[in-house]
T-cell receptor, first 120, second 116 residues
Framework: AQTVTQSQPEMSVQEAETVTLSCTYD???????LFWYKQPPSRQMILVIR??????QNATENRFSVNFQKAAKSFSLKISDSQLGDAAMYFC?????????????????FGKGTKLSVKP | DTGVSQDPRHKITKRGQNVTFRCDPI?????LYWYRQTLGQGPEFLTY????????KSRLLSDRFSAERPKGSFSTLEIQRTEQGDSAMYLC??????????????FGPGTRLTVL
């Protein structure tokens, strides 16, 4: 079984500042992937960043970076130089890997989300 | 690449009616997924297909729900005898079945269902 916990229902950041969204997870899988997805208001879900659990190096995508602490089962997202377009619901997500095949299982497990507001 | 598309975008129906939603995945993506998202919650997995084979179904997928992907391309999700509790956003996603590093799911815009 896998679970994802996002303890911050809402966060706010000033434009151009940095904000960190928290996420903890639990899994019995030996290998898994972690993601942050973004869902802007009335718009579709977009992948922000992904992390393979076997990789120690933290993933980075432009202004977005993660702090992956495998032993602590923590996976936080840092957004630098926040922009108005970053305002959205952010979901932390986990999916297990089928060890023999090497591909992912079918179902993504989502947290409840953190609503990020960006103030001009 | 046109992305995942879903039709209709909005559906209002009366309790007890049947509804059907369609999802067209990104071309050459052979995995297709259905999720349900209620207000203020993260999406919950319903089912997924690899080509035309339905490989997994969630316990959320009651007997009133059926999904098909007859030719391994588009998929339909049907809800029979709708109930007010079925009101939600129904999301479709697709992914390529290639190396593990490319198994990212790409989402469509969703179909918002309102059951009166």
């Amino acid at each position: 079984a896998q679970t994802v916990t996002q303890s911050q229902p809402e966060m706010s950041v000033q434009e151009a500042e940095t904000v960190t969204l928290s996420c903890t997870y639990d899994t019995s899988e030996s290998d898994y992937y972690l993601f942050w997805y973004k869902q802007p208001p009335s718009r579709q879900m977009i992948l922000v960043i992904r992390q393979e659990a076997y990789k120690q190096q933290n993933a980075t995508e432009n202004r977005f970076s993660v702090n992956f602490q495998k032993a602590a089962k923590s996976f936080s997202l840092k957004i630098s130089d926040s922009q108005l377009g970053d305002a959205a619901m952010y979901f932390c997500v986990i999916i297990g890997v089928v060890v023999n095949y090497g591909g992912s299982q079918g179902n993504l497990i989502f947290g409840k989300g953190t609503k990020l507001s960006v103030k001009p | 690449d046109t992305g995942v598309s879903q039709d209709p975008r909005h559906k209002i129906t009366k309790r007890g009616q049947n509804v059907t939603f369609r999802c067209d995945p990104i071309s050459e993506h052979n995995r297709l997924y259905w999720y349900r998202q209620t207000l203020g919650q993260g999406p919950e997995f319903l089912t997924y297909f690899q080509n035309e084979a339905q490989l997994e179904k969630s316990r959320l997928l009651s007997d009133r729900f059926s999904a098909e992907r007859p030719k391994g391309s588009f998929s339909t999700l049907e809800i029979q005898r709708t109930e007010q509790g079925d009101s939600a956003m129904y999301l479709c996603a697709s992914s390529p079945r290639l190396a593990p590093s490319t198994d990212t799911q790409y989402f469509g815009p969703g179909t918002r269902l309102t059951v009166l």
